[in-house]
């Protein structure tokens, strides 16, 4: 079976994919800074829960020393977790919009790299955003052109990079970053859009399950690659 760990996982976008991988049949690890939050999701799910705050060294090497403990490998990593950091640009409001939007993203990939080298076909999606696209933000025709989230849309670029990176770095793991569709969540609650978290789960379930002969290093959305 399928070992796939997922971070912030216990709602949103995290908690639909956690939902229709355990369905697919993958053992999945609900990663939830929340105990409380977590375990009653992945008790929801039929899933398994681990503590992960992906801004704590400590946490994220326990996460992984359980996963690693109990099933002696890990095939499919989910960078799920993220912040929508929509405040005035600020030395403290970047700085907590990177470490989990980025720097978060290091901390787990690196943290579950030699579980990743023991599956047979490993796999890391990082749930990016288009707003960290320079071709879509300076692009009128986009609407990615118009919205002012300056914080969000460097930190989703950096975490971007970073899965190209890991890409060329590792040549024996699949790295994608993802740019799911604007979603119905907590995140976008305050601008009253979004569509159906259960389609946006279905394009990150989609790089999830890729072949062996899978694209990877490449940002995209459920349409295919896209310009960076």
Request: aromatic share 8%; net charge negative.
């Given at each position: 079976?399928?070992?796939?760990?997922?971070?912030?996982?216990?709602?949103?976008?995290?908690?639909?994919?956690?939902?229709?991988?355990?369905a697919l049949g993958h053992i999945v690890y609900v990663g939830a800074r929340d105990a409380e939050r977590g375990e009653k999701a992945a008790a929801t799910l039929g899933a398994r829960?681990?503590?992960?705050?992906?801004?704590r060294d400590e946490s994220v090497a326990e996460a992984l020393a359980t996963i690693g403990a109990a099933e002696g490998r890990l095939d499919v990593l989910v960078n799920n977790a993220g912040i929508l950091a929509n405040e005035a640009p600020t030395g403290p409001a970047a700085l907590r919009a990177f470490d989990v939007n980025?720097?978060?993203?290091?901390?787990?990939?690196?943290?579950?790299?030699p579980l990743l080298r023991k599956s047979a076909n490993p796999t890391v999606v990082t749930v990016s955003s288009s707003m960290g696209s320079f071709w879509a933000v300076t692009n009128?025709?986009?609407?990615?052109?118009?919205?002012?989230?300056?914080?969000?849309a460097a930190s989703k670029a950096a975490a971007t990079m970073l899965t190209i990176q890991y890409a060329k770095s590792q040549p024996g793991i699949k790295f994608?970053?993802?740019?799911?569709?604007?979603?119905?969540?907590?995140?976008?609650?305050?601008?009253g859009i979004g569509r159906p978290v259960q389609e946006s789960a279905a394009v990150v379930v989609r790089l999830a399950t890729l072949g062996a002969d899978g694209p990877t290093g490449t940002l995209r959305d459920e349409n295919g690659e896209l310009p960076f």
């Open positions: 079976m399928t070992v796939t760990l997922i971070t912030g996982a216990n709602k949103g976008i995290g908690f639909e994919t956690a939902r229709q991988l355990s829960f681990v503590q992960l705050d992906v801004t980025a720097v978060g993203m290091v901390r787990v990939t690196e943290a579950a790299l009128p025709e986009r609407p990615e052109f118009g919205i002012p989230l300056a914080l969000y994608n970053a993802l740019e799911p569709g604007t979603t119905a969540t907590d995140m976008t609650a305050a601008f």
